[in-house]
């Protein structure tokens, strides 16, 4: 089993910067990627990026590419989501997401393991 553990998340105005952080615990060492997702009320949870968890190769939604950066620190256990020009549109609820089997994958249902998730809240 991993638990993971999401923090950072808050109200900013638009065009602010947020940066939110994933802990892992427990059995880390099966970890193959790590990822974000968000949901917005009355939306379904949507893709945002994902991290090999070995090789550190990334890929991202094309709705915050240019604007978001994903990244990890092994010895941490922890995945981090640096937000920039945030816009009202970003505003959701967050949630870190592991797999213990595949790379790459932008589809929530083949991710092993979720947090609680963290509400980020973008004003105008």
């Known amino acids: 089993q991993v638990q993971l553990v999401e923090s950072g998340g808050g109200l900013v105005q638009a065009g602010g910067s947020l940066r939110l952080s994933c802990t892992a615990s427990g059995r880390t060492f099966s970890t193959t990627a790590m990822a974000w997702f968000r949901q917005a009320p009355g939306k379904e949870r949507e893709f945002v990026s994902t991290?090999?968890?070995?090789?550190?190769?990334?890929y991202y939604a094309d709705s915050v590419k240019g604007r978001f950066t994903i990244s990890r620190d092994i010895a941490k256990n922890t995945v981090y989501l640096q937000m920039n020009k945030l816009k009202p549109e970003d505003t959701a609820v967050y949630y870190c997401a592991a797999s213990e089997k595949y790379l790459n994958v932008v589809v929530a249902t083949l991710y092993d393991y979720w947090g609680q998730g963290t509400q980020v809240t973008v004003s105008s």
């Open positions: 991290i090999n968890w070995s090789g550190g190769s990334t």
